[in-house]
């Protein structure tokens, strides 16, 4: 029986409250706060027609840590999930580290005016959550998340050494509008417009921003162009599994996608630095977002299926050379039908609530700051299983 308090009202909140709502036995207090309360009334209330839990709601601007101590001070939850932007990461961090709060949170922190994908601010609590006897979880979507879970068991259940291992991500809906992402567009439009890296040999080798792409076989889906990205759980991956020689992540867009994002780079709308207009100072790529539909909403009429997971080479438990793909498939329809909103959000916030889980029931237990990989990946494997996400395998 646990009380937590959700910060972040979005796609990937409302599937969190869904979830914890349907396990009231672990989370017995619920209470969601975002920067705009309406949002967080609205789930509210279709949790409650559904589920019959009450939701309490809040308004907070998450940018100042001193808002949310305020928050935990009244409220007094035992864990804070933060599945707003990754901008307020460090503000919760330093909330929770003054109230002596668990932290979890899907995504990693980066700094508004430089699109860096890095653990190292995050890692930097590491002292500080281990003298104050807390915990912070980091990265606990699907990607980073389960596909740290995935490797951890590839490690854990068949290979002595894993040596090539490829991320690929897949979505395969369709949502009918002629341009719009699927999670917060303007961090993952900022994800898309970097340049791409990956892990080789020792060292991080960096190429132009989807300049390498190949078609990848996803299984119920079929094969899908899929195009190189730097993605944050590479870095954790390469620091926990020192063996892995080669580590890559794949993420499939459909012509249409790369299209309208070419011409929108092209005149200077994924800008994040601030332009002049009309004298005040706008920055491109959060006018855009304004614009562009809120990822929330792409539930309705949305169809077809994601695929993501983990292809491993390397050598199995008897040192035999060996390769196993590991993946969930997840349908954009079912998901909207559960939760109201689409599979990507559904596959984001299924994870988020047995990551929380894990920690509230003592299955993951330590004090410090940790990556989903350092602990056992059993008991989250069966729980992906039983709470909407199931999982295969196969080779490739
Ligand atoms: P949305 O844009 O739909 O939702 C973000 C929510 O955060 C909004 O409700 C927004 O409020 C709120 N918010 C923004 N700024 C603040 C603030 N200063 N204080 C309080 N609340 C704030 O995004 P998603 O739900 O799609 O994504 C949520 C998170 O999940 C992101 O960090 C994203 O990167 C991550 N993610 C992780 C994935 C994974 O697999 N690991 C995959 C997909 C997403 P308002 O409505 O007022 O703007």
């Known amino acids: 029986m646990s009380k937590v308090l959700i910060i972040g009202a979005g796609g990937v909140g409302q599937v969190v409250v869904h979830k914890c709502a349907q396990n009231p036995e672990v989370f017995s207090e619920i209470m969601l706060a975002s920067r705009t309360k309406s949002k967080c009334d609205k789930i509210a209330s279709q949790i409650e027609s559904k589920y019959a839990q009450k939701i309490q709601t809040a308004s907070v601007d998450a940018d100042y840590p001193e808002n949310v101590v305020k928050l935990l001070q009244s409220f007094k939850p035992e864990l804070v999930i933060n599945v707003a932007l990754p901008y307020q990461d460090l503000a919760i961090m330093d909330a929770c580290l003054e109230c002596k709060v668990n932290y979890m949170d899907t995504a990693n922190y980066e700094p508004k005016d430089v699109a860096k994908f890095e653990y190292k601010w995050q890692w930097a609590y590491q002292e500080r959550y281990k003298q104050a006897k807390i915990m912070a979880l980091l990265g606990c979507g699907f990607d980073p998340g389960v596909t740290n879970v995935f490797t951890a068991y590839m490690k854990k259940h068949y290979f002595n050494k894993m040596q090539m291992v490829d991320i690929a991500d897949c979505n395969a809906g369709s949502h009918g509008k002629a341009f719009a992402t699927n999670f917060n567009p303007e961090i993952n439009i900022r994800e898309i417009t970097q340049n791409g890296r990956y892990y080789e040999n020792g060292a991080w080798k960096e190429i132009p921003g989807m300049s390498v792409h190949k078609p990848i076989y996803y299984p119920e889906v079929g094969d899908k162009e899929s195009y190189l990205l730097f993605h944050e759980e590479l870095e954790s991956l390469v620091k926990h599994f020192p063996e892995i020689e080669r580590i890559r992540f794949w993420m499939t867009f459909s012509e249409q996608y790369l299209t309208h994002l070419r011409v929108l780079e092209n005149v200077g709308m994924t800008r994040i630095d601030p332009v002049k207009f009309q004298g005040m100072d706008i920055i491109p790529l959060e006018f855009l977002k304004a614009l562009l539909p809120e990822p929330a909403s792409l539930g309705e009429n949305y169809s077809g299926k994601t695929c993501i997971g983990v292809q491993i ?79 295969k395998e196969t080779t490739f």
């Open 313 to 391: 080479e390397g050598l199995d438990k008897n040192n035999q050379s060996a390769k196993k793909f590991i993946y969930n498939v997840c349908d954009h329809a079912e998901s909207f039908k559960e939760t109201g909103t689409q599979a990507v959000s559904y596959t984001t916030g299924v994870p988020v609530m047995i990551g929380a889980m894990m920690m509230l029931t003592g299955k993951w237990k330590g004090t410090g700051v940790f990556n989903v990989e350092q602990f056992d990946p059993d008991p989250f494997m069966e729980k992906l299983n039983i709470h909407g996400l199931p999982w």
